[in-house]
């Protein structure tokens, strides 16, 4: 296996296993945190119903997805890790070629450095933060199937 397709087994590994671990406390801790991610990073683009209708989308190369179907369109089970993987980004897929989604898990990692005062190394507890607010969108986004 190649050093870079291990480490990113690696990381995705790593990120399912935190999402599992934070996806109950997400959920309890602040219910309102997925809804509010999705307002604040997504519905520019996706649109404030999650149909790829938002103010910006006209201005894209590509309009966005409908984010209503995903359920629908993977057989009836929601993408959970798939999703996790788009939203954060970090890891880009070669194959899917260019996309204009921010890699939102370098964004939320940067506001993290930036309230703690200045850049610093990968830290535990920023990788959950990290993947404790995917893992709220993630599950907003579960209550908007279609």
């Not at 801790?29 to 604040?40: I, S």
């Not at 190369?61 to 993977?74: F, G, Y």
């Amino acid at each position: 296996m190649k050093p870079v397709t291990a480490m990113a087994s690696a990381i995705f590994t790593v990120t399912g296993a935190l999402l599992c671990a934070v996806s109950l406390q997400a959920l309890a801790a602040e219910p309102g945190l997925g809804q509010r991610e999705f307002n604040t990073r997504c519905a520019m683009c996706h649109g404030t119903s999650a149909r790829g209708d938002g103010w910006m989308a006209e201005n894209l190369i590509r309009r966005p997805p409908s984010l209503r179907h995903l359920k629908k369109n993977n057989g009836g089970v929601f993408p959970r890790e798939q999703l996790a993987r788009t939203i954060d980004g970090r890891i880009s897929i070669k194959a899917h070629g260019p996309s204009e989604m921010p890699a939102w898990g370098t964004i939320y990692k940067s506001a993290i450095a930036t309230a703690a005062g200045g850049p610093r190394g990968v830290r535990e507890e920023d990788e959950i933060n990290i993947s404790y607010r995917i893992q709220a969108l993630i599950e907003y986004l579960a209550t908007q199937q279609d």
